[in-house]
C-alpha cells in the first residue's frame, strides 16, 4: 500500500469516526430534550396553575393550614416514572424547568443520568445525601450541568448581566407538599470547594462564614450581589450551583433566599 492510500484510508477512518461521535452527541441531545419534555408534561397537568405567571394557588394555603394543599406540579405522577424525583425547580422566563432528583445512596448518580434514571452525560439537577429533602434547612445546594446547547443550569450564566438579574429574582420550587418561593440575592463567581463538607448548616459560625465568603471567596468582576435585601444565618436559602466554561476550577452560583411557603410570608 502506497503512503498516499493509507493517509487517505486514515483520513477516513478520522472523518468516520468524527462523525459517529458527533451523531452520538446530537442524539443524545434529542433523547434528553424529549425526556425532560415527557417529564414536563407530567408535571405541568391541566388543573395545574400556571407556575409562571399566577400566585393565586399559593395565596390559597400557608404551612399551617387545615386546608389540603393543592401541588401545581404533580410529584405524585413524576415519582411513578422515576422515584428519586422529590421536586420541581422553575425559574419564570428561562428554561430552568425541571425536576429534582436525590439518589437514596449515590451522590454521583445523576451526573450520568437524566431524570428519568437512564445513562445521560445531561444528568439531571440534584442534591446530595447532606441535604434533606425539605427545603427548610440553612443551605440546600442544587448541581446542575452547563451544558453547551444551553439547557440544564447553563441559563444560571444569565445572571451575569445585571439586567438580566434584576429582572428575574425570582425562583420557584415545588414539592407534594408546599410551594417555596425565593428571591435571588448573590449570583457569584465561587470557588470550587465543595460547600455542604465546608461548612456545616448545624453551626451558627459555619452558616455565617457561608455568607461572608459569598463576598470574599468570589470573582468580583463576575459577580452580583444585592444590596436590597438582608440575609442572615436564620433564614432558608438555596444555592443553584454548576460550572463554568472558562474557569474550570471554579463554580458559578446563583443563591436564593426563602421568602413564602404556600403564598406566605417565611421571614
Given at each position: 500500500?502506497?503512503?498516499?492510500?493509507y493517509i487517505?484510508?486514515?483520513?477516513?477512518?478520522?472523518?468516520?469516526?468524527?462523525?459517529?461521535?458527533?451523531?452520538?452527541?446530537?442524539?443524545?441531545?434529542?433523547?434528553?430534550?424529549?425526556?425532560?419534555?415527557?417529564m414536563q408534561?407530567?408535571?405541568?397537568?391541566?388543573?395545574?396553575?400556571?407556575?409562571?405567571?399566577?400566585?393565586?394557588a399559593e395565596?390559597?394555603?400557608s404551612?399551617?393550614?387545615t386546608?389540603?394543599?393543592?401541588?401545581?406540579?404533580d410529584?405524585?405522577?413524576l415519582?411513578?416514572?422515576?422515584?428519586?424525583?422529590?421536586?420541581w425547580?422553575?425559574?419564570?422566563d428561562?428554561?430552568?424547568?425541571?425536576p429534582?432528583?436525590q439518589?437514596?445512596?449515590?451522590?454521583?448518580?445523576?451526573?450520568k443520568?437524566?431524570?428519568?434514571?437512564?445513562?445521560?452525560?445531561y444528568?439531571?439537577?440534584?442534591?446530595?445525601?447532606s441535604?434533606?429533602?425539605?427545603?427548610?434547612?440553612?443551605?440546600?445546594?442544587?448541581?446542575g450541568h452547563?451544558?453547551?446547547d444551553?439547557?440544564?443550569?447553563a441559563?444560571l450564566?444569565?445572571y451575569?448581566?445585571?439586567?438580566?438579574?434584576?429582572?428575574?429574582r425570582?425562583?420557584f420550587?415545588?414539592?407534594?407538599?408546599h410551594?417555596?418561593?425565593?428571591e435571588?440575592?448573590?449570583?457569584?463567581?465561587?470557588?470550587?470547594?465543595?460547600?455542604?463538607?465546608y461548612?456545616?448548616?448545624?453551626?451558627?459560625?459555619?452558616?455565617?462564614?457561608?455568607l461572608?465568603?459569598?463576598?470574599?471567596?468570589?470573582?468580583?468582576?463576575?459577580?452580583?450581589?444585592?444590596?436590597?435585601?438582608?440575609?442572615?444565618?436564620d433564614?432558608?436559602?438555596?444555592?443553584?450551583s454548576?460550572?463554568?466554561?472558562t474557569?474550570?476550577?471554579?463554580?458559578?452560583?446563583?443563591?436564593?433566599?426563602?421568602?413564602q411557603?404556600d403564598?406566605?410570608?417565611?421571614?
Open positions: 500500500m502506497s503512503k498516499r492510500k487517505f484510508i486514515i483520513c477516513l477512518l478520522v472523518v468516520a469516526v468524527g462523525a459517529a461521535f458527533a451523531g452520538y452527541y446530537i442524539a443524545e441531545g434529542m433523547y434528553s430534550k424529549s425526556t425532560v419534555a415527557d408534561e407530567i408535571a405541568h397537568t391541566e388543573d395545574s396553575t400556571d407556575i409562571e405567571g399566577s400566585d393565586s395565596e390559597e394555603t404551612v399551617d393550614s386546608e389540603e394543599y393543592q401541588a401545581t406540579v410529584i405524585a405522577a415519582q411513578e416514572t422515576n422515584p428519586d424525583i422529590f421536586a425547580i422553575n425559574i419564570p428561562t428554561d430552568i424547568d425541571y429534582i432528583v439518589h437514596p445512596t449515590d451522590d454521583s448518580y445523576y451526573l443520568h437524566g431524570a428519568n434514571g437512564m445513562y445521560s452525560t444528568g439531571c439537577p440534584f442534591i446530595e445525601l441535604d434533606s429533602q425539605t427545603f427548610l434547612e440553612f443551605n440546600t445546594i442544587i448541581y452547563n451544558m453547551n444551553g439547557s440544564m443550569f441559563p450564566h444569565d451575569e448581566d445585571k439586567d438580566f438579574y434584576d429582572e428575574h425570582e425562583i420550587i415545588y414539592t407534594a407538599d410551594t417555596f418561593t425565593y435571588v440575592f448573590a449570583a457569584v463567581m465561587y470557588s470550587d470547594i465543595h460547600i455542604p463538607y461548612f456545616d448548616d448545624t453551626l451558627e459560625s459555619d452558616r455565617t462564614a457561608f461572608d465568603s459569598l463576598t470574599e471567596d468570589i470573582v468580583q468582576d463576575r459577580s452580583i450581589i444585592s444590596e436590597d435585601i438582608s440575609v442572615t444565618e433564614d432558608c436559602i438555596i444555592t443553584l454548576t460550572c463554568d466554561k474557569l474550570r476550577s471554579n463554580r458559578y452560583l446563583v443563591v436564593a433566599v426563602l421568602t411557603i403564598g406566605q410570608d417565611a421571614r
